[in-house]
């Protein structure tokens, strides 16, 4: 039986296979604790059980790593784990209806085009001055310093920025400070010592 590719590429011209979604992704899925509360989130993308999940290797590292993060003082947590197809559509579909098609070009992808849908990627956040939403970045595009901080652990833990700032036309996404994939420890490193995405990444592998 095929096993999990932690290496995939999934974007906007690179569909999941409907057959590997529903043979490998779909069990390989577990529950997690969001630390946060997300019920906006699961009413906004039709997540009817009110449940966070991930692919379950991402699970243990992510657990791993927000442990991490607490012993150097940042309180990591989940905003938006795996989605099902249909919660992805839903979701397209309440930014296409809220914000119009531009900003959703950059934001969301279409059902089977998403990480979300693979369950190795997450929107995380950080809870700073009392508040959750501590991961986002100020009206002039600029993170601060312990979202700076987490971004340099993510490869020891298997996990890159998987759309980084200065990288939007490469990957067809506005810069996402709280996206963050796994992909396993040797490609996360490699990926992150020479500030590729993962398009350059299989750009260079296919020379």
Partial sequence: MESTNYEILVNKTHKIDDQYFKEIIEPSIVEVDPTKNNEIVYKTFGIKESKTYLEKETAKHYKE???YAGKNGIILGITSGYLSF??????YNYFLQKKGIEFTKKSACLPGYSEHNTGLAMDCDIFRNGRWAGIAPDKDGNIN??????????????FILRYPKGKEAIAEMKFEPWHIRYVGKDLA???FENNLTLEEYYEEKSK
């Fill in 65 to 67: 790593m927000k442990e």
């Fill in 86 to 91: 249909e919660q992805q559509e839903v979701k």
């Fill in 145 to 158: 310093k312990e979202t700076a901080w987490l971004h340099t652990i993510l490869h020891k833990f298997g």
């Fill in 189 to 191: 490193k490699y990926i």
